[in-house]
């Protein structure tokens, strides 16, 4: 098969095609022939080293697919109300820039009712994300307030849209113009430029001094002592990704006084159970929201997939409003 390689850690030119062997699914697994490929920041992360696949993932980068199941564990897909020749997305730890990518029958869920396979592979990394944080450790209720930073990223798109349709109301940080009309297209409340505005006055302002009752924080580093300013009593943070840095000074007493909470977590490294788990919520809970189109998805770029390093510099631009999605 035809797969997109890290030759060696670098720039987006490290990114090389290459033929490798065809994967073979093991017990529990099936074997997807991939139509497209999501593009995330942790792909950019692994091809610089600094996010090495966890063990026996594989080495090639990418976490999210969609195409048609050709192989498989015929009683983990028949469980799943799966078979062969149906179309899917999946997320998978590692092997997704490939024409053929295993996965955990788990992991995979069905191409929502009209979604194309390039919508689809925008999917399983930013919904699993959004639902495991958002709505699981955060516990984010409808009439509560979001606070998004990132707003425009596809974890961002995705959060903007799930929460709106669960009742929240939704703030985001944005670093354009263009960046904050497109997060309110999508249903977000308000917009706050961080590049004119300070984020925890802006958000006290919003909520009438109160703050936001949820932070999802892919920044960290100095923005997690605001976060907990601009936080409502009893509010909750969540960090998944620290794109501003590993440390950060708070004060602890705050968080005693207002009962804050501060959670953070990974996904990749977590158990092929864990991950069924979510994708089984998000097939009761989301899915229905995807295909009524009250979630709707957000494409930037289509590329082939021959061209990745592209792909990944556009990434690393921060131009783009949503997904990057590489096709096969």
Not at 25 to 34: K, M, N, Q, T
Not at 151 to 160: D, F, K, L, N
Not at 199 to 204: D, G, M, N
Not at 256 to 271: E, F, V
């Amino acid at each position: 098969m035809l797969a997109i390689a890290i030759t060696r850690p670098g720039g987006p030119e490290v990114l090389e095609r290459v033929e490798r062997p065809d994967p073979v699914p093991a017990a529990g697994e099936c074997l997807i022939r991939v139509a497209a490929s999501g593009v995330n920041r942790p792909d950019v992360l692994q091809r610089k080293g600094g996010y090495p696949p966890p063990p026996g993932a594989s080495e090639l980068p990418g976490l999210e697919v969609a195409g048609e199941i050709v192989a498989g564990d015929a009683a983990a897909l028949a469980a799943a109300g799966l078979a062969v020749g149906d179309r899917v997305c999946a997320l998978v730890s590692g092997g997704g820039y490939a024409q053929l990518c295993v996965a955990p029958v788990g992991q995979c869920l069905p191409v929502p009712q009209g979604w194309s396979l390039v919508e689809a592979a925008s999917l399983p990394e930013t919904c699993f994300t959004v639902w495991a944080n958002v709505f699981e450790r955060a516990a984010l209720q409808a009439g509560e307030t979001l606070l998004i930073h990132g707003g425009s990223s596809g974890i961002g798109v995705t959060a903007i849209q799930m929460a709106k349709a669960q009742g929240a109301r939704v703030l985001v940080t944005v670093g354009s113009a263009d960046k904050a009309a497109a997060c309110v297209a999508l249903g977000a409340d308000v917009a706050i430029n961080y590049r004119e505005q300070d984020f925890v006055e802006a958000t006290l302002a919003a909520t009438a001094g109160r703050g936001a009752d949820v932070i999802l924080d892919m920044v960290a580093g100095d923005y997690i002592a605001r976060d907990l300013k601009a936080l409502a009593d009893d509010g909750r943070v969540a960090i998944i990704a620290v794109q501003g840095g590993v440390q950060a000074q708070i004060d602890a007493g705050q968080v005693l006084r207002r009962r804050l909470t501060i959670s953070g977590s990974t996904l990749r490294p977590r158990s092929v159970e864990f991950k069924s788990a979510l994708a089984q919520a998000l097939r009761g809970r989301v899915w229905p929201l995807l295909e009524s189109g009250r979630v709707r998805p957000v494409v930037f770029r289509e590329l082939p997939a021959e061209r990745a390093a592209e792909a990944h510099a556009l990434m690393e631009s921060n131009q783009h409003i949503g997904k990057i999605v590489l096709t096969w």
